[in-house]
C-alpha cells in the first residue's frame, strides 16, 4: 500500500485478486485506488473487478493485455510454438470501476489504448456509509484477519547433528558425499535407505 497525492494505492495481479483475505487486507488499509492487472480477457473478469469496487468501495483500475501474435518477433527461440495460436491472443478488456461497481470507463476491447478518467475520491467516502467491509459492516464479534508482515523464508534447513553423527560414525567415517542417502525419521527412530 502505498500513501500518493492521489490515494492509497495498493494491487494484487491476475488471479491473486480471487484470493478474499489478500482483498479484506487491502481493504482494511484503506485501499483507494486498486489497481488489478491481469491477462484474463474473459467477460468473467468484469464481473471480478466489479465486485472488488463494490466490495472494497474503491476505485479498481483494471489493465489487461490486447495481444495479437504479430506483436511477437519472429526471431524469438519459440515463435514456432505460436503458429498454431490464434492472430487476437489476447483481446484486452483495461477498464476503470467506481465505488459503486459502475463504470468509470468501459472495458476497451480489440485495441491499444490509454484510459483516462476523472475520478471523485468523495465517491469513496459516500459509498462507505452504505458498506464498509472493515467498517460497521466486518462483524470483529466473529471474524478476524491476522496479517504476518515477518519476512518468511520458502525454504528452511534443519539439521539434526545426532543423526548426521550416527551415519558417519556407521559408514566407518567414509566419505558420505559419495553416496545419495535418504532419511526418514520418526521420533526417536530413524531409517536410512
Given at each position: 500500500m502505498f500513501?500518493?497525492?492521489?490515494?492509497?494505492?495498493?494491487?494484487?495481479?491476475c488471479w491473486e485478486n480471487y484470493i478474499p483475505l489478500a482483498r479484506v487486507a487491502m481493504y482494511a488499509q484503506g485501499v483507494q485506488l486498486y489497481i488489478a492487472p491481469t491477462a484474463d480477457d474473459r467477460e468473467s473478469w468484469q464481473s471480478t473487478i466489479r465486485h472488488i469496487a463494490?466490495?472494497?468501495?474503491?476505485?479498481?483500475?483494471?489493465?489487461?493485455q490486447y495481444v495479437t501474435k504479430d506483436m511477437y518477433l519472429e526471431d524469438l527461440a519459440c515463435y514456432d510454438d505460436l503458429s498454431s495460436a490464434p492472430e487476437l491472443m489476447t483481446s484486452g478488456g483495461s477498464a476503470i470501476v467506481g465505488p459503486l461497481g459502475e463504470y468509470v470507463a468501459e472495458p476497451v476491447w480489440g485495441k491499444e489504448e490509454i484510459i483516462i478518467a476523472d475520478l471523485d475520491m468523495k465517491q469513496i467516502v459516500r459509498s462507505q456509509f452504505d458498506f464498509d467491509p472493515v467498517g460497521h459492516y466486518s462483524r470483529p464479534d466473529v471474524f478476524k484477519l491476522n496479517v504476518n508482515r515477518e519476512m518468511q523464508?520458502?525454504?528452511?534447513?534443519?539439521t539434526n547433528l545426532y543423526l548426521i553423527q550416527k551415519l558417519v560414525s556407521s559408514s566407518g567415517g567414509n566419505r558420505l558425499s559419495n553416496y545419495f542417502v535418504a532419511v526418514y525419521m520418526r521420533k526417536e527412530e530413524s531409517t536410512v535407505i
Open positions: 500513501d500518493t497525492p492521489y490515494g492509497k494505492i495498493g494491487a494484487l495481479i463494490m466490495e472494497g468501495r474503491c476505485f479498481v483500475l483494471s489493465s489487461n523464508q520458502s525454504i528452511e534447513w534443519k
